[in-house]
């Protein structure tokens, strides 16, 4: 027995110049930052968008208007429903996010970043699918550098187990799992992929991606 279709939620931030992924600016500028983080979000929408879910949604932090490619990133919103993320620090706003998604689709609630445009449709689709199936109450993906690239749970309202969880650091994702352990969750896994933090996540996500996707493109810009 199954239940109904899951929602994909993404939690993104704005893509402003000296705002966006200001760990990238040594490297690639604050304006090549942003860029990278533009680029990497229209990916990800697009995976999300092309992915069989009962909605898509987007948690939005930032001035979008101030954003670079914000004309784009809008045209590509206009097939979510938007709500503004809410509340204090990351992992109140992302158990915000869950709750609210899941009260506006009525789903089970799969949400991902705008960090890893290497994501794919099949990958997003087959993850809201397990959601779907009695007795997975979550998913999980864990990220290379000891986070969490996605998170699903069949109630969304479990995800206010993030709010005693740090994020950003090694353990973070040992952290969540631990945290939905006590709660008597276990999370089914899904494939590790990388998080684009640094700049040399750059480089090995724009090999993995195609050449034709806006992330890889944006990146090869800054190949000698």
């Keep these: 027995m ?11 931030k704005s893509p402003v ?70 509340g204090q620090g990351f992992a109140q706003r992302l158990s915000t996010a869950h709750a609210e998604a899941g009260a ?43 986070g969490w690239w996605a998170l699903g749970l069949s109630d969304p309202r479990m995800a206010s187990a993030l709010k005693g969880v740090p994020m950003s650091q090694p353990d973070t994702g040992s952290r969540t799992l631990a945290a939905l352990a006590d709660r008597g969750v276990v999370a089914f896994p899904l494939p590790e992929l990388a998080d684009v933090d640094t700049a040399e996540d750059v480089w090995s996500v724009a090999d993995q991606v195609s050449e034709r996707s806006h992330f890889r493109i944006a990146v090869d810009r800054f190949r000698t």
Excluded: N
């Design 17 to 86: 110049v000296g705002l966006a992924k200001t760990r990238l600016s040594p490297v690639f500028g604050a304006d090549g930052a942003a860029e990278l983080a533009a680029a990497a979000l229209l990916d990800t929408l697009v995976a999300v968008r092309g992915a069989h879910a009962a909605a898509r949604i987007v948690a939005l932090t930032g001035d979008l208007a101030g954003a670079r490619r914000a004309r784009e990133i809008a045209c590509l919103l206009e097939d979510f429903i938007v709500i503004p993320q809410r």
């Design 104 to 146: 506006l689709s009525g789903t089970a609630v799969l949400q991902i970043g705008m960090d890893t445009p290497q994501v794919s449709t099949t990958i997003l689709s087959d993850a809201a699918s397990a959601l779907t199936v009695d007795g997975i109450d979550a998913v999980f993906g864990p990220a290379v550098d000891g």
């Design 2 to 12: 199954s239940r109904h279709p899951s929602a994909i939620l993404v939690v993104a």
